[in-house]
Each structure stands twice: as structure tokens, then as C-alpha cells.
């Protein structure tokens, strides 16, 4: 059995909440100039953890791996880190193919990120009562100063719960087991479940294979070792990476007018180019899914059914929601086996599969597997549908900051960026891509993805064809958002 | 039925000459690792029966996991040849021989077992490797049907769009009976299926009836066994030595590299089989379960629960000391170890766990594959890059090549429900 996450104030609050009350936020990428003075500020710093309450103003701090080496952190306790965070995500041309990363959206032509990722990355967030000048004026002190050189202040701008598209975003987030009520693999996995074990999101826990992820492990001998939390799995050693969890942030720019302005193009009249915009995101503007959610769901509270409660069982034939939809990619809501818990003999037939009823069918891995919990924020001006829709509308310059926390980015937000999000073929479909971020460009050369098809009662396929990119990634980066202890550690 | 066949040539490598043959199978290479179709030196593209090819340097770097005093450290590195391809396999290495001797010449020159005097063909044949077993897709479909099933799935999708406004107010059976009539107009050819060779049809059924017998005959002593096999089993299962370190950064960039340059990928894998008989019999026993199973009973789309591997074989070499496994799969390596961990680990381990330095398992079954990381470690740190790989579709996945059978298997029904029909059309 896993055991349950108690050391709430080892554990950077980002992983706990969104803070969405905390409506003001701005995010500080930094390069250390001063590793000493770096250090110092570091070790005091007044970082938020999970275990706060009601707070007005938070602040948190990530590192990517070029920012512990440049704290002075050792080579060989970096080499404990994931292979993905220490290459970083423009570290390896195959891994920005993977990512979708060409074309309009290939590292060259971020505006942060590319060529070195930033060292820190800080998170201020503050209520609009609480005044996120003052607050960023506290914690940018001169100590602070001494040691950093700020490379980007991203500004932030509050859509009151909406992307610039205009959808209610951030719907559907994975509950994390803190209290390990729930052993992964039984058969009740065979069905979607939305309860994911904490290892998925912090290191030093077991994770939905009931194992534990690559961190670095240290010897008591390391100056400072025996300070961190003991290894939940040797004893013997101090867990570096214990509490902490990865953060991965893209900064995704988003063609509002041309997204509307493309809906409204390929419908008549303005509800139908929302019913379409609808279509691709897989729920309404409201944030109502197209599959009503009527299930009684792991994972997912009473409160939450009618968003939340659903899978893409409850459609099968894709006529409400359709098969290539933002929603149904970016979590497609498997079970460990299509047809989920069955009889011993029907899924040991289906175990050597012997049997598949239909050409669709166990094409999507288990999501239990790639489940990534997202706190962005938005940027820039908010422009509706109706005036986006508009030829002569003002450029809102918006988008999206995304930011996600996983414990293993290859095998979560890598895989949900590549084999889900990008893949032109998703569940069986042959020339698509993700519809709203999808980067379009053909795959391999010859071989189109800008096409989305949407099912109809008679069996025939409506297709849009030639999407154009509705989004554009401008930077990002992989860091370690760390435990407490794992800070102080790494400021001593 | 035209049935596939396999092709695999083996020679080791001249050491002096690695580094110009590297040079010279780079030449083939539009993107990093992947053919040019029409290269000068073997152009892949002139051979209408292949499905998948590659040349791949062999050079185990895992070679170090062996006893310091074990002769085998010494092995070569090989240069292997092989591909899949319609029909006979000897007669496809003959139409190599005659399209492309010449480049063939000047890559196998570097091979020190060869010589430009040679009898090419008979050469090939002298060094080819039978693999321990093999899986094909989709049993029976040849590259000419899959380029077919493309066109009329091409040529049914322009229908659709073409028509769209009309057909979408139609009921499904009116639809598809429009689609035939513009088929019947202005369709893309259709080939016949080439009648099943008889010699293949009677050594399949042969097989499939034979091997249950032997079992059958054999179960009473595989019975009184079985107890000591596991005990015998589980001395190793818990002492075998696990070696599955992180792979180095530089291997994984190389691989890297060459990846997910199409919808498809290729993987290549060497390592050595543990030592002693007991090794060496279970995997003999289960290459012959599983070559049962893909010949008789995984022949259409499907490998136990995994749909997206179009081929695949296992190979011993070196008097059966180590083993090379070769597949073609489609999606990046992430998804194809996610499909080997969730869907099939038992699989692997039956084979993989007969290697040395595998995760540990429990009754040849569970654990293993089920390592995560481990797993992935260990595998990643077996893999070997293809220096060059050709696949005759480039873009399509196994998913498509199904669903363009099951079109045109739909169209030459001579009759459909308007469910079936509304089944079928959601198909395009």
C-alpha cells in the first residue's frame, strides 16, 4: 500500500492548489549571477507551502537543472534527476519533434527558453486586495538582487476563470490521493478512475506502478544530507526529491481573431461558429461537457458529476463529442481495459486479446498513467467571441502560461503532448491534430494534420480541412519545483 | 493470400572497415536514419514486394554485463540485412541481386567473410538467419494491396467532400451506394488477391495441427516437469543478476535522433541470453509458443492486445548465445514501452526475461516488464540504432492500413443493413 502525504509543509503550496482567489500573478524567470547570494536569499525565503491557509500573497520557487548548477549543487547529485529534466526541453532536437516543437513553434523561435533554459523561475501570486506590486516589491529585495538577474517578468491577467478563446478552462484536474485511500492496479483500475496516486506528482512516493521515481538519493555523508527527508524506500539515504515535483511551463500564444475568425468562416452565423469552436474543445464555452456527465466517477466529488462525470464510453459512436477533440486528447478517461471490469474469463480473453469488437478499440493508453495536474495563467487582453469574430478587432496579444506539475515528464506531459495532443493519429484517426494546438505541419512530408472530423447520424465524416495554427509556443522550460527541506538544502 | 516472408543477412564486420561502411550507409539517408527511397546505393524504393528494410551495425555495447573470462566478449559486431517482403524471400534477395548487386557489393565488401568474387546471391544465402520466431501484421496483405486500399480510401475521402452538402441528408445504404457508383466510374484499379501458394497452405495447416499434437504427446512428461521447472525457475528468478543502469545520455541522443521521423519507428535490440541450458530451452519452448501464435492466431492487426507493431522477429545468433529482436512500430518508443508495460508485460518477460540483466520476475510472468523504469532503462540500454531504415509507407500506421481493409472488405459486400452501413462509412 502507499502511504498517505502527511508533511504538507515540506510541500510547496502549487502542488496543493491553483490559489485561483489569488487572481493577481506574475512569474519572474531569473538567471543567478551571485550563486553565494543566490544561496542566501534562498535560504530565507518566504516560499508558501501546503500547509498555509488563506494566504494573501504566495510565493514559489523552481529550478531547472542549469539553475542547481549554478547554486553550486554537484554534478553527481544532479545526475539523480530525470534524464528529460537534466537535458532540459530544448535539450534534444528528437524531443522537440516529440513535442510538437517545429516549424512556428521550434525553440529558435521562442522568446525565452531556447537557448539556455532560465535558471529560477519564481511564482508570485497575490489577491487583487493584497497588491502584486508591494508584494513582488518585498520579495524582489535588494538580497534578492544581489544574487539574480531577472531574464523575463511575465505579466499575467485574470479572465476570471476562461482562456482567451473564452472557455471556462481548468475543468478537469486529477484529485491527488493524499491520503492513500487507494492501492493502484486492482481491478478497479480496469475502469477510469480520476483518484491518482500521489507519486504521480511528487517525488518520494509511490506512483501508480506502486514504485518510486528517478530523484536524487543521497548518502548521510553529504554535508547537509541528513537534513532532508529519509528515502521512503531506503532508509539509508536522504531524498532529495522528496516533496518536490516537476514543473513544466510553455508559454503558448493564442490567435484569438483567427481562431474566431476561422469558426466564423467555415459556419453560418455566429452561434454555429461557436457551436464549431465548441466541437473542437469537447465541452461548451460554460464549460459543460458535450457528453453529459452523469457518472458516479473515483476521484471525482458529487459536486463535480455533471462537468466531470462522464467518459468517452458514454459516446462511442463520437456523435456528441467528436473523436478528435481537445478534451477526449488531452485525457481520454481509459480504463486499465476497454469495457472495464468484466468477468475473469472475459478479461483474460481480452488480456490475450482474443478478441476486439471494433477497429477503435484499445488504441488509447490507460490515463492513469499520463495524468498531469495544470496551474496556468493567463495573459493579455480579453477579446469575446462576437468582436474576435470581427476582421478589424485589435490584437488582444493573449495566451496562455502553462504550467503543469508531474512527477515523470517523459511518461506524463511528454506523452500527453506527443502521442494524444500532436499525434495526427490519435485513436485511430488518420490526418489530425490536436484542433487547438496543433502545430499543422505535415507529418512525416507528404502527410497532412490540419484536417478535424466530427461524426454525423448517418455514419458520414464532416471535415474541416485546413486549420490553420490557432497556437503558438514562445518559451518553456522543465524545473524542479522542491520540498522545503530540499530548498533549504540546496541554499545552504 | 500472398503470405510474407522474412529476410535477415548476418556477417560480421571487417573492424578496420566500420567506419567508411558507417559513411557509406549514411549516403542512403534522406532524414537521419531513414532511406531515401531512391538512393544510388540501394534504392529501396525499385523493390514493389518489400514492406520494411534496414541495415543496422550489431555492435553490443551490453557485451561488458558477460563473466570477465567468457570467450563470447570477444564477439564481432555484425552488420545485419533485413527486411520483410511479399512472397518468397529467396527470390526477393534474387531481385536485390539484380536491381542493386553492385551497391550491395560495395556494402557487404566490408564484411570479412566476403569477397567482390563471390557468388552475391549464393553469399546472402550462406549467411542469412532464420528467426526463432516472427510477426506480421496483418497476415496476407501485400505492399501492392495496402497502396491500393490508400488510393480508394484517397479517392472515396475526395467523394465525400465532393458531395458533402447532398450525402449528408441521405440515409447511410444511399450514401454507399452513391460511393460505388462513383467507384464504378472513376475508381482506382483493383487487384485480385494472387491465389495462397499451396506449399505455404499445407505446412500452415501441417503446423497447426502438428504442434498441439507434439504437445499433447509430450504433456505427461511436460506435467511430471513442471514442479521441478519451477523450482528450478525460481533458483534464478531470485538470484539472477538485474543490470539495467540509466542509459548514457550520448546513446540515447543517437537514438534520439533517428526517431519519430515518420508516423512509424523502427527498434533493434542485441543482448545476450543468460548461460546454461535451462536459459536456453525455456526460450527455445517459448519462441515456439509464440511463433504458434502469430502464425495461427495473431494474423490480423493485433499481437495480443498491441495493434500498433507491423513487424517483428526474434533471432538468436552466435550459436544461440545472443539475441536480436527487430520491430517496426508506430507512435514513439514512450507509447510503444507504455503498450509493453500495461498491455503485454507477461509477454516480455516469457522472452526478455531469458536475457541477461533483465528486472527481476516471479514465475517467468509478472514483474519484470512491469519494472517501470528499470524496464525502460534496460531496454533503451539494449537498443541499438538502424543506420538505415525503409518502410514503403511512409505515414501510414497500422491503425490506417486496418481501417483501408475494412473499406474496401466493406465495399464488396453485397449487402449492408443501414447500421452496417452507417458503421462503414464512419470508417472514411
Redesign the interface.
Known amino acids: 500500500m502507499p502511504l498517505p502525504v502527511t508533511e504538507l509543509a515540506d510541500i510547496q503550496g502549487l502542488v496543493h492548489s491553483g490559489y485561483s482567489n489569488l487572481t493577481d500573478a506574475s512569474f519572474l524567470l531569473l538567471r543567478i549571477i551571485d550563486a553565494a547570494a543566490a544561496r542566501a536569499w534562498l535560504a530565507d525565503a518566504p516560499v508558501t507551502t501546503a500547509a498555509g491557509r488563506d494566504e494573501s500573497t504566495v510565493l514559489q520557487v523552481a529550478f531547472s537543472a542549469g539553475g542547481m548548477r549554478a547554486l553550486g549543487l554537484a554534478e553527481s547529485i544532479i545526475a539523480g534527476f530525470s534524464a528529460e529534466f537534466i537535458s532540459g526541453m530544448t535539450g534534444d532536437e528528437g524531443r522537440s519533434r516529440r513535442l510538437g516543437d517545429i516549424a512556428a513553434n521550434a525553440p529558435s523561435q521562442w522568446r525565452w527558453g531556447s537557448q539556455r533554459e532560465p535558471d529560477v523561475l519564481v511564482v508570485l501570486y497575490a489577491r487583487p486586495s493584497a497588491d502584486l506590486a508591494a508584494w513582488r516589491a518585498r520579495v524582489v529585495s535588494s538580497a534578492f538582487r544581489a544574487g539574480f538577474e531577472i531574464l523575463q517578468d511575465l505579466p499575467t491577467s485574470d479572465m476570471n476563470g476562461h482562456e482567451p478563446f473564452g472557455f471556462a478552462d481548468g475543468i478537469s484536474q486529477p484529485q491527488i490521493d493524499w491520503q492513500a485511500r487507494r492501492k493502484p492496479g486492482t481491478v478497479a483500475d480496469l475502469d477510469y478512475g480520476n483518484l491518482i496516486s500521489a507519486g504521480e506528482f511528487l517525488l518520494g512516493y509511490q506512483n501508480e506502478y506502486g514504485l518510486y521515481t528517478d530523484r536524487p538519493l543521497l548518502n548521510p555523508t553529504v554535508p547537509g544530507a541528513t537534513a532532508l527527508p529519509q528515502a521512503e524506500d531506503d532508509a539509508s539515504r536522504y531524498d532529495l526529491g522528496r516533496n518536490g515535483s516537476y514543473l513544466v511551463m510553455r508559454e503558448l500564444r493564442q490567435d484569438v481573431r483567427g481562431f474566431w475568425q476561422f469558426m466564423a468562416a467555415q459556419a453560418s452565423g455566429g452561434a454555429a461558429a461557436i457551436r464549431l469552436a465548441e466541437a473542437m474543445v469537447g465541452r461548451h464555452m460554460t464549460g459543460s461537457p458535450l457528453v453529459p456527465g452523469t457518472r458516479q466517477i473515483s476521484g471525482i466529488d458529487a459536486k463535480d458529476i455533471a462537468q466531470n462525470g462522464f467518459t468517452f464510453d458514454d459516446d462511442m459512436d463520437g456523435l456528441r463529442c467528436p473523436f478528435g477533440a481537445h478534451i477526449r486528447r488531452a485525457n481520454p478517461r481509459t480504463g486499465d481495459m476497454p469495457g472495464g471490469r468484466r468477468g475473469l474469463i472475459a478479461r483474460l480473453t481480452r488480456m490475450l486479446g482474443l478478441f476486439h469488437p471494433n477497429l477503435q478499440e484499445d488504441l488509447i493508453a490507460a490515463s492513469r498513467f499520463h495524468r498531469i495536474i495544470r496551474r496556468g495563467r493567463e495573459f493579455g487582453a480579453m477579446l469575446p467571441p462576437d468582436q474576435a469574430m470581427n476582421p478589424d478587432a485589435p490584437d488582444p496579444a493573449s495566451g496562455l502560461h502553462f504550467i503543469c506539475l508531474n512527477a515523470n515528464i517523459t511518461r506524463q506531459f511528454e506523452f500527453v503532448q506527443n502521442a494524444w495532443l500532436m499525434s495526427a493519429k490519435f485513436a485511430g484517426l488518420g490526418d489530425e491534430s490536436d484542433p487547438l494546438l496543433g502545430n499543422r505541419e505535415p507529418h512525416p512530408p507528404g502527410t497532412v494534420t490540419n484536417n478535424f472530423g466530427m461524426s454525423s447520424p448517418n455514419g458520414v465524416t464532416r471535415r474541416i480541412c485546413g486549420l490553420p495554427q490557432f497556437v503558438t509556443v514562445a518559451g518553456g522550460g522543465y524545473f524542479f519545483l522542491p520540498g522545503l527541506r530540499a530548498l533549504r538544502f540546496m541554499a545552504r | 493470400m500472398t503470405p510474407q516472408s522474412n529476410f535477415m543477412v548476418l556477417a560480421p564486420i571487417r573492424p578496420e572497415r566500420q567506419g567508411e561502411l558507417r559513411a557509406m550507409l549514411e549516403t542512403m539517408n534522406g532524414a537521419p536514419g531513414m532511406a531515401e527511397p531512391a538512393n544510388a546505393l540501394f534504392p529501396f524504393g525499385r523493390f514493389p514486394r518489400l514492406h520494411v528494410a534496414r541495415f543496422v551495425i550489431l555492435d553490443d555495447t551490453t557485451l561488458t554485463d558477460l563473466p570477465p573470462d567468457d570467450p563470447l566478449r570477444e564477439a564481432p559486431v555484425y552488420l545485419a540485412f533485413l527486411g520483410d517482403c511479399d512472397g518468397s524471400a529467396d527470390a526477393q534477395l534474387a531481385e536485390f541481386v539484380t536491381l542493386a548487386g553492385d551497391g550491395l557489393r560495395r556494402i557487404f565488401d566490408c564484411c570479412s567473410n566476403f569477397s567482390l568474387n563471390v557468388d552475391l546471391l549464393q553469399w546472402m544465402r550462406d549467411n542469412s538467419t532464420t528467426p526463432a520466431a516472427q510477426y506480421v501484421n496483418w497476415v496476407g496483405r501485400t505492399v501492392a494491396q495496402i497502396r491500393e486500399e490508400q488510393a480508394l480510401y484517397a479517392a472515396l475521402r475526395e467523394f ?2 465532393q458531395q ?1 452538402v447532398v ?2 441528408a ?3 445504404r444511399a ?1 454507399r451506394d452513391r460511393l460505388i457508383e462513383c467507384l464504378k466510374k472513376n475508381g482506382p484499379p483493383e487487384t485480385p488477391p494472387a491465389p495462397t501458394p499451396t506449399g505455404w497452405l499445407i505446412s500452415d495447416i501441417a503446423n497447426l495441427i502438428l504442434f498441439p499434437l507434439v504437445l499433447l504427446v509430450l504433456s505427461p512428461f511436460l506435467l511430471i516437469y513442471a514442479p521441478i521447472f519451477l523450482w528450478q525457475l525460481r533458483q534464478r528468478e531470485t538470484t539472477d543478476a538485474v543490470i539495467a543502469p ?1 542509459p548514457d ?1 550520448a546513446h ?2 543517437t537514438l ?2 533517428i ?5 512509424a519507428n523502427q527498434f533493434s535490440a542485441f543482448g545476450s541470453v543468460k548461460p546454461g541450458r535451462f536459459r536456453l530451452w525455456t526460450l527455445l519452448f517459448v519462441f515456439r509458443l509464440l511463433d504458434y501464435s502469430t502464425r495461427h ?2 494474423t490480423r492487426g ?6 500498433t507493431i507491423h513487424f517483428a522477429r526474434w533471432a538468436f545468433t552466435d550459436d544461440r548465445r545472443r539475441l536480436f529482436f527487430a520491430s517496426n512500430y ?3 518508443l ?2 510503444y514501452m ?2 509493453f ?3 503485454v508485460a507477461y509477454g516480455l518477460n516469457l522472452v526478455f526475461s531469458n536475457g541477461i540483466g533483465y528486472p527481476r520476475t516471479a514465475f517467468l510472468l509478472s514483474g519484470g516488464a ?4 528499470e524496464f525502460k532503462y534496460y531496454l533503451r540500454r539494449h537498443e541499438v540504432p538502424s543506420q538505415v531504415w525503409y518502410k514503403a509507407y ?2 501510414l ?1 497500422t ?2 492500413l ?2 483501408n481493409t ?1 473499406i474496401r472488405e466493406g465495399l464488396h459486400r453485397p449487402h449492408m443493413s443501414d447500421s452496417q ?8
Request: aromatic fraction near 4%; avoid cysteine; proline fraction near 5%.
Open positions: 465525400l467532400q458533402a450525402l449528408a441521405l440515409p447511410p450514401v540509466r545520455a540515447v541522443a534520439s535522433h526517431e519519430d521521423h515518420d508516423v492466431i495473431y493485433r499481437l495480443a492486445r498491441v495493434g508506430d507512435g514513439s514512450d507509447s507504455d503498450d508495460i500495461n498491455k512491469s519494472r517501470e523504469t511512409p505515414g500506421t491503425a490506417d486496418a481501417r475494412q452501413a452507417r458503421a462503414w462509412l464512419a470508417l472514411i
